[in-house]
C-alpha cells in the first residue's frame, strides 16, 4: 500500500513570510495528525483530525497555524507569518481510527525560517 | 506535564555489539512504544507493550513494558550498520488519549 505523501519536502522562508504543507493519508485511515519535530526532539502533536472533524488543536498555536481536512482525506498546514522558531520537520502520520497506536508517518516536510 | 526521559541521549557503538536504552516517566501509563527514526524520515513503530511486565521481540529488538508501568527499555542484540537512527519511545495519555514522544535516543553504530 503506497504510504503517507507529504510535500514539499523542504521549503525555506524568511520570518513574516507564509508556508502551507499538503499531506495524503494512506487510504481508509480516518485519523490524520500534524506533528512538529524541532531538531533534537521528539515529535509534538499539532492538531489531529478525524475524518474532517479537529478531535484535538490544544497544542496548535493558532494565532499563525491554520489547518484545515475538508473531505476528510488530505490535509493542509499552513503557518502564516512564520517566525524564526517554527523551523522544525513538519510530520504527517494517519492511523485506522483514533487512539489507534500503530501510526503511519510521512517523510516530514523541513521548513527553514531565516 | 507529561514527560518522558530518554537516555542514554546519544551512543556510538562498535557494529556486533548489543544495545540498551530506556525511557521512564513520573507517570504510570498502560501503552508503550518504541518508534525508530532513519535519517530524512517519518518515526516506524517497532514494538508495542500494553501489559505490565511484558517482554516482547521483533528480530534483534527486544523490549520490556516495567513492572510499575512507569519505564520501558528497548535492547538491540548484535548491531548493524542499519541500525543508525533515532530511537524514540512514547506513551499513550490516559487524560488526552494523545500520544506523547520521548527526546530521542540517538545511534550510531561503526562498521
Known amino acids: 500500500e503506497a504510504g503517507v505523501a507529504q510535500s514539499p519536502r523542504y521549503k525555506i522562508i524568511e520570518k513574516r513570510q507564509s508556508v502551507a504543507f499538503w499531506c495524503n493519508p494512506i487510504s481508509g485511515h480516518a485519523t490524520l495528525y500534524w506533528y512538529q519535530q524541532i531538531l533534537g526532539q521528539g515529535p509534538k502533536l499539532l492538531i489531529q483530525?478525524?475524518?474532517?472533524?479537529?478531535?484535538?488543536d490544544s497544542q496548535l498555536p493558532k494565532d499563525r497555524f491554520s489547518a484545515e481536512r475538508l473531505k476528510g482525506v488530505d490535509s493542509t498546514l499552513k503557518i502564516q507569518p512564520a517566525k524564526l522558531e517554527d523551523s522544525a520537520v513538519y510530520l504527517c502520520?494517519?492511523?485506522?481510527?483514533?487512539?489507534?497506536?500503530?501510526?503511519?508517518f510521512g517523510a516530514g516536510s523541513r521548513l527553514t525560517v531565516l | 506535564g507529561q514527560q518522558l526521559n530518554q537516555s542514554p541521549q546519544s551512543m556510538f557503538i562498535q557494529e556486533g555489539e548489543d544495545v540498551s536504552m530506556n525511557c521512564t516517566s513520573s507517570?504510570?501509563?498502560?501503552?508503550w512504544l518504541w518508534y525508530k527514526q532513519d535519517p530524512g524520515e517519518g518515526p516506524v513503530l517497532l514494538i508495542a507493550l500494553y501489559k505490565a511486565g511484558e517482554l516482547t521481540s521483533n528480530g534483534r529488538l527486544t523490549a520490556q513494558f516495567g513492572i510499575t508501568r512507569k519505564d520501558s527499555f528497548l535492547n538491540i542484540s548484535a548491531s548493524i550498520p542499519s541500525d543508525v537512527g533515532i530511537y524514540f519511545c512514547?506513551?499513550?495519555?490516559?487524560?488526552?488519549?494523545?500520544?506523547?514522544f520521548g527526546q530521542g535516543t540517538t545511534l550510531q553504530v561503526k562498521p
Open positions: 507517570s504510570i501509563f498502560n501503552t
Open positions: 512514547a506513551v499513550r495519555s490516559s487524560n488526552t488519549g494523545k500520544l506523547i
Open positions: 483530525f478525524q475524518n474532517n472533524g479537529v478531535v484535538d
Open positions: 502520520a494517519s492511523s485506522f481510527s483514533t487512539g489507534a497506536n500503530v501510526l503511519t
